[in-house]
């Protein structure tokens, strides 16, 4: 099992982690610590895997940034290589060619990928192209929700606008007939939206 | 964004923390943003609350405290818009572990959830609970996460399986009723779910034997079929790694063939064929199908024997530990390991390419390498992979000379055919990494020397010449200035010399400068200096021509810093001036140790083995009595012939010495000898000392003067009972100056009012399991404390473990209890407690002493409790 997932810069500099077991804050630190020191030390030609505490971490940089899978003994090294290659092309994919910038200002949505790609340490989803639509159809559910709330609030300041507008020019809810009706139509269909919300 | 947005953007904190030039100008921009979160989490702020949690989130990866945003995620978990519920879950993740209490007030959200109408709100509770849910949370919601392994969207089922993976590991009690919905999981054709039903089922394997029975009954011949279908599918896009068909899959399938296979040789039967074929067909040149034929290599080497499949198996590794590929031979190194049990013979066959890898540039498959050769090593093979191990030494980089020096030493002990060779390689090593050399090993070295009469001669020699190549490396410098001192007539006349040996010439004059360069290299440590300094006293009366620059040179040290040189020279400087007629006898060579009592003190002894009598604070385990070691056992260095030992080093060295030493007088007239007992010898010793009987000091030098070789270490004994109470740091101290120590061994015995009256032991309390003894003594000048050193023995054949004494006394007496030596009580007697404790009677001559006592201890964890008075103590204390 993946006892936890790092990513790590060059510099050292954490960009995203995942606990699996059970570690306090102040273990993970020094966890972090040990291991940038350990790895981001390592000549570019050496094999991939590093022995910490009797457990095996199996790390691979990609272009900047250092992907680390802390695993037991007795786990396969090179499949788990192999995940996390399976990763980074998932958010290559997701991100179109990805690079550390992404990951740190969307941070979250590295999360939630690999969240698609790992339960409890153990890979969950072999197809690149489910984990991306799964993603993606979350994503958008994100952003009905977000449409939602938005063009609502667009509707009212519309509707508040306009009404005022009229207002502003001399047609009162008593001028003109066909003006009366919209402004008074909009303002029934603000007040609906706004109960709705 | 939000239009009505006020404060920063996630965006935008980002930007100005990745801004910041200094650290502090990246907390300030922390602090900030903390300070607005925290207002907006105080003012119940909805609208931005999932937008300050991921804040929060960066901040946490930052390494910033974020602990007051847990509430948050709990909130946000409970409302009901899905973005909500997602930012909600993912800080849940990120900001609580397992063992927060908070995490429990999230199962009722989690149980609503996974009963949510929204299969992707279900996935998220699913996600959250598999990543972090505790032992409770396990049994509170199993039966969600069951019922969810037959969802209809198999993107919920796969999460359903590994989630109780989760589950059955924090409680395996509810293992038996998953077994069922993960079986019916391996039918699936779906992947995910077939890739976590199968990982579900070799985890229930791990945790329950009854699982594995019916897996192994039940699923085995699916299990290949689907394997088998897999090796041969045809292309798949979807699935496809380098040209193979979902490795992933191979990899968990093999897994549980593997488990299903272990010990079970029907099943092993039925997996032969596809094994076979996935070891021969898998293409071998991309990671994909190393990672599968390396799972393969596995499950072949862990089922039932079946010797061509072995052989295959050997073959794929013996190809991998000549790949280029640094990954490939790390796993190879790895599998042979595991091979090595199996079928030792084909692990042999690889031996060169092996020890080619201890020699890699890379240190992990070093490291692996090594730890493989060190199991390789037999009473066949030992030579040769020494000999290209300590070659190696001498190229190997820094940080791996200390394992690689471990590991030859640990070998050449374990497997030398012949003491010359054990010395030898020892040598070498000694010379070429003596510094990475741990101090039992040496200690253990000069012991075996000791030991083998025909080859002092040789060592000696052999030592002289190393040491004029390598003087840089300590322990080389210790075992030689500890042969030359002992044997140094040996080296001059070339006594015992072998056929092998060339002739060297040194003279008297050459070995000292051997000494005198020892002691003055600036970076010698204390230890060396000090061994030079005894082996100087040694040579001293070996070669009388040399025994005046001898004497210029431990006068050197008479203005030394270090308190110990200072000491030891002013004493040695009076032996040489004072007591001619002793000294030849004083220094004679060290009786032989016993390497069998050696090697079982030493396993026993290990923890212990440090102390150096720098003067530092000594945390040991034993108490009071340690550090008051320390010097008794200096003393007996300089009164016995013990001398060289490493007296500032080696606690356990000087146990074992002392313990060989002592064995003949256990049983002196007049005094009051404790039961001995394994490691304990020097506390024994000391309790001697601080008990000292009336007449022990005259008989000391009457023997002293008499000189009897037969009855020496009886002397040292008594010799030492006298004078330790004399020494500074001792337990029962009195200002007496140093010089009186050695005058002491002069022949006017007035040491006896000084120790105060002296008073047989009492059995102060004895039961039908254990007797307490008390050793009583008197500081001198001061009547009215009364030092007792109690000493506790089992009579009971079971240990006691958790041995605590307590004792109380009445107002007029004053009791101080030290730390006992220890907690452990072995049965029937085999060796004792001892605790020393000081009692004040303000009402001397008066009242006598009185004392409630308590004892409790553990037998097999079960609380004993024993409870007495102490009323029988002498009238006058």
């Not at chain 1, 007795?74 to 550390?100: A, T, W």
């Not at chain 2, 094994?275 to 072949?300: D, F, M, P, R």
């Not at chain 2, 200096?634 to 356990?652: E, I, K, R």
Request: glycine share 4%; net charge neutral.
């Amino acid at each position: 099992m993946i006892h936890f997932v790092l990513l790590i810069s060059r510099q050292g500099k954490v960009r995203l982690t995942k606990w699996y077991s059970p570690y306090s804050q102040k273990e993970r630190t020094k966890v972090i610590r040990e291991l940038s020191g350990l790895i981001l030390t390592r000549g570019p030609k050496l094999c991939n895997f590093v022995e910490w505490r009797g457990l095996r971490v199996v790390y691979k940089r990609y272009a900047s940034l250092y992907f680390c899978m802390c695993i037991d003994e007795d786990d396969n090294e090179l499949e788990i290589l192999e995940i996390i290659h399976h990763y980074v092309e998932v958010l290559d994919r997701y991100f179109g060619s990805v690079c550390e910038l992404d990951l740190i200002y969307n941070f979250h949505k590295a999360y939630f990928i690999l969240d698609e790609l790992l339960i409890a340490g153990e890979l969950q989803e072999p197809s690149k192209r489910t984990v991306a639509r799964l993603v993606a159809a979350q994503d958008s559910l994100v952003e009905t929700a977000k449409e939602q709330t938005s063009s609502i609030t667009n509707i009212i300041a519309q509707a508040a606008n306009f009404t005022i507008k009229m207002l502003h020019k001399g047609y009162g809810p008593w001028g003109s007939n066909a003006l009366h009706l919209e402004s008074l139509l909009l303002v029934d269909v603000c007040t609906r939206l706004v109960d709705q919300h | 964004m939000n239009p009505f947005s006020s404060g920063t953007r996630l965006r935008d904190m980002i930007r100005a923390i990745r801004s910041c030039k200094t650290a502090a100008e990246e907390r300030a921009v922390v602090r900030k943003e903390c300070a607005a979160i925290r207002a907006a989490i105080s003012e119940n702020d909805q609208d931005y609350r999932h937008r300050n949690l991921a804040k929060l989130m960066f901040i946490h990866m930052l390494g910033y405290p974020t602990h007051f945003g847990q509430m948050e995620c709990l909130k946000l978990i409970a409302s009901s818009g899905f973005p909500e519920k997602r930012i909600g879950y993912l800080g849940l993740m990120l900001l609580l572990d397992e063992r927060q209490e908070v995490l429990m007030l999230v199962t009722n959200s989690l149980k609503q959830d996974l009963n949510h109408s929204n299969q992707y709100i279900i996935g998220l509770a699913l996600c959250a609970l598999g990543n972090i849910c505790s032992a409770e949370m396990a049994r509170d919601l199993a039966p969600e996460v069951e019922r969810l392994l037959q969802f209809r969207d198999p993107n919920i089922r796969k999460k359903a399986a590994l989630c109780s993976i989760r589950i059955i590991k924090k409680v395996p009690d509810l293992a038996e009723n998953f077994i069922n919905p993960a079986a019916s999981l391996l039918r699936e054709k779906h992947h995910g779910v077939l890739i976590t039903g199968i990982q579900l089922c070799t985890d229930l394997c791990k945790v329950s034997s009854e699982a594995l029975e019916y897996f192994r009954e039940k699923c085995t011949e699916g299990l290949v079929k689907t394997l088998k279908d897999m090796a041969n599918s045809p292309y798949a896009p979807e699935y496809d790694i380098a040209g193979i068909t979902d490795p992933f899959l191979h990899i968990r399938l093999l897994k549980l063939l593997r488990i299903l296979g272990q010990g079970d040789a029907d099943a092993s039967d039925c997996m032969n064929d596809i094994l076979a074929q996935v070891a021969t067909k898998i293409e071998s040149n991309k990671n994909a199908g190393n990672a599968i034929l390396y799972e393969c290599v596995g499950t072949i080497m862990s089922i039932e024997d079946n010797g061509g499949l072995r052989v295959l198996a050997i073959n794929i590794l013996g190809r991998f530990l000549s790949n280029r590929d640094n990954n490939i031979r790390y796993v190879a190194l790895n599998m042979l390991m595991k091979a090595i049990t199996v079928d030792a013979q084909a692990v042999q066959r690889h031996r060169a390419t092996i020890l080619e890898c201890v020699k890699d540039s890379d240190a992990s498959i070093r490291k692996k390498a090594l730890d493989l050769v060190y199991l390789l090593v037999n009473e066949s093979n030992v030579k040769p992979l020494t000999k290209e191990l300590i070659e190696y030494l001498e190229a190997s980089d820094q940080e791996f000379k200390g394992v690689l020096t471990a590991k030859i030493c640990t070998l050449v002990e374990k497997f030398s055919p012949e003491k010359i060779w054990y010395i030898d390689q020892m040598l070498k090593v000694l010379s070429e990494a003596g510094n990475f050399v741990k101090d039992e090993v040496w200690h253990a070295l000069i012991v075996v020397i000791s030991n083998a009469s025909d080859l002092h001669g040789y060592s000696v020699r052999a030592l002289y010449r190393a040491f004029q190549t390598s003087a840089e490396q300590e322990t080389l410098v210790r075992v030689a200035v500890w042969c030359i001192g002992e044997y140094g007539d040996m080296l001059v006349n070339n006594v015992g010399m072998l056929d092998i040996e060339e002739p060297i010439t040194v003279t008297e004059y050459d070995a000292v400068d051997a000494l005198e360069v020892s002691i003055k290299r600036h970076n010698s440590d204390l230890t060396t200096k000090a061994m030079a300094l005894i082996a100087l006293l040694k040579l001293s009366s070996r070669f009388p021509s040399c025994s005046e620059r001898i004497k210029d040179i431990i006068l050197q040290n008479k203005r030394s810093f270090v308190l110990e040189l200072q000491q030891r020279s002013i004493e040695f400087n009076c032996i040489l001036q004072k007591h001619q007629n002793i000294r030849s006898a004083l220094v004679e060579r060290m009786p032989v140790l016993d390497e069998a009592t050696f090697s079982g003190r030493r396993a026993g002894s290990l923890p212990t083995s440090v102390s150096t009598s720098t003067g530092t604070a000594r945390n040991l385990p034993n108490g009071i009595a340690k550090p008051a070691a320390a010097p008794v056992a200096d003393l007996l260095d300089l009164s016995s012939d013990d001398a060289p030992a490493p007296s500032s080093s080696g606690g356990d060295f000087l146990q074992d010495l002392l313990g060989v030493d002592l064995s003949p007088a256990s049983a002196p007239p007049g005094t009051s000898q404790p039961p001995k007992a394994g490691t304990d010898v020097l506390l024994d010793l000391l309790s001697i000392g601080t008990s000292p009987p009336a007449q022990s000091s005259s008989s000391a030098s009457n023997i002293l003067s008499s000189i009897q070789d037969d009855k020496a270490s009886l002397a040292n004994l008594n010799g030492l009972a006298s004078l330790t109470s004399l020494s500074p740091n001792a337990t029962s101290a009195s200002p007496a100056p140093m010089m009186d120590l050695l005058d002491g061994f002069g022949p006017s015995p007035q040491k006896k009012e000084e120790n105060g009256p002296a008073y047989p032991s009492l059995v102060a309390y004895e039961s039908s399991t254990l007797r307490m003894t008390f050793n009583i003594s008197k500081q001198p000048g001061n009547p009215q404390t009364t030092l007792i050193q109690a000493i506790f023995t089992n009579l009971s054949p079971n240990v006691y473990n958790d041995f605590l004494f307590q004792a109380a006394v009445p107002k007029f007496l004053q009791l101080h209890l030290d730390p006992a030596s220890s907690n452990t009580l072995p049965a029937s007697g085999n060796g004792s407690i001892t605790q020393s404790m000081k009692v004040t009677n303000s009402q001397h001559g008066k009242k006598s002493l009185v004392m409630r006592i308590r004892i409790a201890y553990k037998i097999n964890n079960k609380d004993v409790l024993e409870e007495g008075q102490v009323s029988n103590f002498p009238r006058d204390l």
